[in-house]
DNA sequence: GTTCCGCATGAATCGATAG
DNA sequence: ACTATCGATTCATGCGGAA
């Protein structure tokens, strides 16, 4: 097994400043979640919509450098309400990230299970973020098979009754591994996943509020990169995606500007109360 | 009780000739699937994604004029992938109705639990489509409690039918929406809905191909009309939205271009295979 | 009557083949 | 090189017939 000299990898500043002293070609998946527009204001100045593709066309332009061709860049985000409206930047976004050279891929639908409680007389409850995968290449890894799932219980019932003809065709269908499964498969046959992800939102820590819970990145991971593969946040935060990054044995940099927030970063990443694979 | 002279009509032609016909402030929702850029050739020649935008912003100047100015206009839409990209049409067009004068107030989600099926190296299935909900001014009517719970004696009917294992199956795949409704109606209590709906696709009636199943525009008659007002579908296609309104009693003005979805819409609508309450 | 089971079907998408 | 058509893939759903 390759050793590395950093696995686990936490730089403070600016990305702006920090991105540019990474190599090229060296990233295998960029997963994060800006600072959306006014919010955060008092890290990147709260970057007003108008002014948000303007701020962050620099940033995607180093992320595409430090990208390998076969990489992916996932981008977590979704537009607030102003003054009754959804915003546009995020879409004036995608749109100059293609404009400047990515591939916008898919879109996959974040549904939030547990979104946040409210009532008001001209909308519901805001349930859903973007995952927005861009690419360097048509031709990105994908490892569909790292994130199979059970099916839907009425297709489990349907296998566990399976007879004669229809279990002969089934086992056919299925190349590796069939003896040895047996027991297992019965109970749950796995299935490729939709572009919809649903995820309830993590509400139980109270020392930091991570924007996204820990089985986001942890699907994007297995489904975009191995063990050994590099994964970069340039918006690092309280460093969810790290985390998930040392138990699942990715390599990580993290790059996040509050000082605060590296620190609790630092705590989760490199404390050892996770049993760790290092 | 009201009596309209054609509380269901069927308008046969282009709607970019039709809507000039209807009076202005006369409708209080608009609830239309287009045709998707590439699809339906057939009708309105295929309008590839370059003219779009170009070819729906008169039919949307038509469409805020004869809408109520306290009225919605929900729009079914989803972009296809193109050579290994998701199109940019729709996202064009949002900021175009915007531009012209429209307030794109929210964007709900579609989730489709049964997604067409396939594999493919690079994408999986594509499981959710855009309800885009523009209005007129910030002052629009919204009745909330409206899809609390289901009034339509068909849902009655089914939550009524539903026992054993069946029910079992419909509990466990209960999230926000619909979904919810009918798990809560045996006694538990009743909450708002988010902006991400559950619904599957009808697929299983062989003389037609519905764009959307009626529990979709079912769904939002609810939620922004009330039994007399009235809805318009520019692009009534198969006519599941005018079937909606006849049973939920809401006047109806469809708009098609092409003679046999006419023939079929007027068939579905006009037919007394189901209870009405007309 | 219930429950169970088989089967057709759907705003899909890719890659190969053909014009 | 660019467009058009076609086969292969795959899964939740609801209907109708069977047990």
Same mark, same amino acid.
């Given at each position: 097994?390759?050793?590395?000299?950093?696995? =686990?990898?936490i730089?403070?500043g600016?990305?702006?400043?920090?991105l540019?002293?990474?190599?090229?070609? +060296?990233v295998? =998946?960029?997963?994060?979640?800006p600072?959306y527009a006014?919010?955060?204001k008092k890290?990147y100045g709260?970057?007003?919509p108008k @002014?948000?593709?303007?701020?962050f066309?620099?940033? #995607?332009?180093?992320?595409?450098?430090?990208?390998?061709? +076969?990489g992916s860049f996932?981008?977590n985000i %979704?537009?607030?309400t102003?003054n009754g409206?959804?915003?546009l930047?995020v879409?004036?976004?995608? @749109? #100059?990230?293609k404009?400047?050279g990515?591939?916008?891929?898919?879109?996959f639908?974040?549904?939030? %299970?547990n979104?946040f409680?409210g009532?008001?007389?001209n909308r519901?409850?805001?349930?859903w973020?973007?995952?927005?995968?861009?690419?360097k +290449?048509?031709r990105?890894v994908m490892?569909?098979?790292?994130?199979k799932?059970?099916?839907?219980?009425?297709?489990?019932?349907?296998?566990a009754? =399976?007879?004669? +003809?229809?279990?002969q065709r089934?086992?056919?269908?299925?190349?590796?591994?069939f003896g040895?499964n @047996?027991s297992?498969?019965?109970?749950?046959e796995?299935v490729?996943p939709?572009?919809?992800?649903h995820?309830?939102t993590?509400?139980g820590?109270k %020392?930091?509020?991570?924007?996204f819970?820990?089985r986001?990145?942890e699907w994007f991971? %297995?489904l975009f990169?191995?063990?050994?593969?590099?994964?970069?946040?340039?918006f690092?935060g309280?460093?969810?995606?790290?985390?998930?990054?040392r138990?699942?044995n990715r390599?990580?940099t993290?790059?996040e500007?509050?000082h605060?927030?590296?620190a609790?970063a630092?705590?989760?990443i490199?404390s050892?109360?996770?049993?760790?694979l290092?």
């Amino acid at each position: 097994m390759v050793e590395y000299e950093h696995p =686990l990898q936490i730089l403070e500043g600016d990305c702006r400043d920090v991105l540019p002293t990474l190599p090229a070609d +060296s990233v295998d =998946l960029i997963f994060t979640s800006p600072p959306y527009a006014d919010s955060r204001k008092k890290t990147y100045g709260g970057i007003p919509p108008k @002014q948000y593709v303007e701020w962050f066309l620099p940033i #995607a332009d180093e992320l595409r450098r430090v990208l390998k061709p +076969s990489g992916s860049f996932v981008l977590n985000i %979704k537009e607030k309400t102003v003054n009754g409206e959804r915003s546009l930047y995020v879409l004036e976004l995608i @749109q #100059a990230l293609k404009q400047s050279g990515w591939l916008w891929t898919e879109e996959f639908i974040w549904h939030k %299970k547990n979104s946040f409680p409210g009532k008001w007389p001209n909308r519901f409850r805001d349930a859903w973020e973007r995952l927005l995968h861009f690419t360097k +290449s048509r031709r990105f890894v994908m490892y569909q098979d790292s994130v199979k799932i059970p099916t839907a219980a009425s297709t489990i019932k349907r296998v566990a009754r =399976l007879s004669g +003809s229809d279990w002969q065709r089934r086992k056919n269908r299925t190349q590796s591994g069939f003896g040895a499964n @047996q027991s297992h498969w019965l109970g749950k046959e796995l299935v490729y996943p939709t572009n919809v992800l649903h995820l309830a939102t993590e509400c139980g820590n109270k %020392k930091h509020s991570a924007a996204f819970p820990e089985r986001l990145p942890e699907w994007f991971l %297995k489904l975009f990169t191995l063990p050994g593969d590099l994964v970069l946040d340039p918006f690092m935060g309280s460093g969810t995606t790290g985390l998930v990054c040392r138990r699942l044995n990715r390599r990580f940099t993290g790059i996040e500007i509050l000082h605060d927030y590296i620190a609790l970063a630092r705590e989760r990443i490199f404390s050892n109360q996770h049993p760790s694979l290092f």
